[in-house]
């Protein structure tokens, strides 16, 4: 529906909407409280006239032990004499609905829309794309558990920290910022879930709680691997996206991890769990287990002498479902051992039922969104979305003497060699569904000009050099040529991590001989999910151009030629550090200091610690045309404002820092205005990046990130942009101790070349009787 015909309707009348009307295929029966079965007519919990705490309060009163039991697992058992079907927990949906246990494609769901893999939409920092694909991808996933062929469950997003340029994860995730990877979680989390009142279109998931980001590493793999982290970096870099999930995006689950953080799993640490999750941060829902979790700390950690022990501690540290069937063995003899309660297992299930509920599936045949069917699924609209938001991600790395744009005219051969030259399922990634249609770089470049196509390498291992004559040689018959090189789910992917970054293989050999061969223009695309080290091709005159095309979606190939031959312009930043090769010799994966240490050659992690040379930095990312940008308005002074009471109490801490616990937030969201103008011949998206430097202490970084927009701007013309931030949140600093505070002085902004100065000054707010 057009956005000017949603405006027609009010939003109760929107909502009845969605609520009675259905489509004609192939529906499910109720997940519960059938109207056609006699008992449901008169349990209480069936009654949505009731409020949901009553309703899941009645519905556990009814339950034996044994069935609350076989509800604690991501294949919950159905409870026939209740009339309550069975239900899988575990669905995916990353970047688009995604194979896992709970999804299921085929019949009148062949495919669903697969769009570019986080890593490369997060480059676009531009948050309400983000919330945009995470409706799409709701409406879809509707559609397909009213088709019966998914859960509503949706175990997404991965906001984990892409810490080391080496993990095989870190495609999945919106890079090494923890702003950006806040901003990406509460964005795509609110599309996902798009709530109603209390009610949720779907359920998603913030995962994997907490420092997880290493897999299998030389001889270290995640179910061994104890990350030891200091309470700083815990507070200011790993916990921060999930913090921002919970409380921001009013997320209905968080994830623990496989890992322990300093000597405990995580899924039975009552700290990160029932005390930060729960407690400080207040989620409204329910605490799931990377799958087979808890059986890992038990026979793989030896966490528990027993696997009683095993299902108390997790149960009492907070979790409320198991992704495996350890719990579903083990609780009843804990229960009888006395080293668990029924009643913990009790309030496990109040968190998984209010969620259920929430999603509708205790309301009989008034489950909303019936309308949504199979012509919701793979629709023009949401494949367009798919390669605007590939447009949106791709970065432009280099542009020697604007050889890029090609033209049509000048370039009406060109040679397409490489193994990811004609990728299909390459483009999508990992966590990926079976997508509604590919277009490879070959077919999309196929569309603006004649290919001659050499692969060069039978895949990205690249171990022969015999095909590398056949690319040569197509490269001296064209106008220009493409490579497009980098890596696959075969290099990096859940549970395998890189040992180098470089090219596989004799990927470099043929980049440097197709280049030298080149009558044209040589352009190297680079698909891959974490940074690699083309210094060479950086330095190499004879290479016109770079592009990272990340995992770039089913619509990869269109956006990458549409870029190539200027029918977009790119506007993408990197959203994660590309480091030299010598970096990863220096940084073993197992450490997880953020911060440098010079007295051990220790040089930190991520632009905002680590210092040296880098091949392209994180934000960087060129355009076809030029952008100037100005100040507006910004304030130059911010008063942070104290309860008299604090301020008595630490009057010596005043001229440094003060605790943001102990300040009046509120009166400290700060805005700022920019005046955004194109200078150049082409229209352009610019994505604004804001940075501050703190003053001078040893608990800041250099620098980081404190908000960022987007904006489009035609060629010659200007456009305003808002920029709002909070003082508290992102001017703050994290000490030694884990405390966040707000240091006094000069705070600098940069805004690419431009500069403003804040000055934070401390002011005591009287207490009123």
Known sequence: MAQSQRQCFSFPIIFLLIFLSSYTGQSRPPFACDPNNALSKTFPFCSVSLHIRDRVKDLLGRLTLQEKIRLLVNNAAPVERLGIKGYEWWSEALHGVARSPGVHFGGEFPGATSFPQVITTAASFNASLWEQIGRVVSDEARAMYNGGAAGLSFWSPNVNIFRDPRWGRGQETPGEDPIVASRYATSYVRGLQSPVGNSLKVAACCKHYTAYDLDQWNDVDRFHFNARVNKQDLEDTYNVPFKACVVEGRVASVMCSYNQVNGKPTCADPSLLRGTIRGQWRLDGYIVSDCDSVDTFFNQQHFTPTPEDAVAATIRAGLDLDCGPFLAIFTERAIRAGKLSVALVDAALTNTLHVQMRLGMFDGARQPY??????????????????????????????????????????????????????????????????????????????????????????????????????????????????????????????????????PGLQQELVSRVARASRGPVILVLMCGSP??????????????????????????????????????????????????????????????????????????????????????????????????????????????????????????????????????????????????????????HSLLVFSTPPAGKWAPAKQLVAFEKVHVLAGAQQRISVHFDACKHLSVVDRFGIRRIPMGVHSLQIGDLEHAITLQAAVEEIKS
């Open 532 to 685: 690699v080290d083309v210094t060479f091709a950086k330095n190499d005159p004879r290479i016109a151009a770079i592009l990272w095309a990340g995992y770039p979606g089913q619509a990869g190939g269109a956006a990458i030629a549409d870029i190539i031959f200027g029918t977009t312009n790119p506007g993408a930043k990197l959203p994660m550090t590309w480091y030299p090769q010598d970096y990863v010799a220096k940084v073993p994966m197992t450490d997880m200091g953020m911060r440098p240490d010079p007295s051990r050659g220790y040089p930190g992690r991520t632009y905002r610690f680590y210092k040296g040379p880098v091949v392209f930095p994180f934000g960087f990312g060129l355009s076809y045309t030029a952008f100037k940008v100005a100040l507006a308005h910004a304030p130059t002074t911010v008063p942070v404002t104290l309860a008299s009471n604090y301020a008595f109490k630490n009057m010596t801490l005043l001229k440094d820092a003060v605790r943001v616990s102990h300040s009046n937030c509120d009166a400290m969201k700060l805005g700022m205005h920019f005046d955004v103008q194109n200078v150049g011949e082409r229209d352009g998206s």
């Open 370 to 503: 019936l309308n949504l069917g199979p012509k919701d699924v793979c629709t023009p609209a949401h494949k367009q979305l798919a390669l605007e938001a590939a447009h949106q991600g791709i970065v432009l790395l280099q542009n020697r003497a604007r050889s890029l744009p090609l033209s049509t005219h000048l370039h009406r051969t060109v040679a397409m060699i490489g193994p990811n030259s004609d990728a299909t399922e390459t483009m999508i990634g990992n966590y990926a569904g079976i997508p509604c249609g590919y277009i490879s770089p070959l077919q999309g470049i196929g569309r603006y000009a004649r290919t001659i196509h050499q692969a060069g390498c039978n895949g990205v291992a690249c171990i022969s050099n015999h095909q590398f004559g056949a690319a040569e040689a197509a490269a001296r018959q064209a106008d220009a040529t493409v490579l497009v090189m980098g890596l696959d789910q075969s290099i990096e992917a859940e549970a395998k991590d890189r040992l180098s970054l470089l090219l």
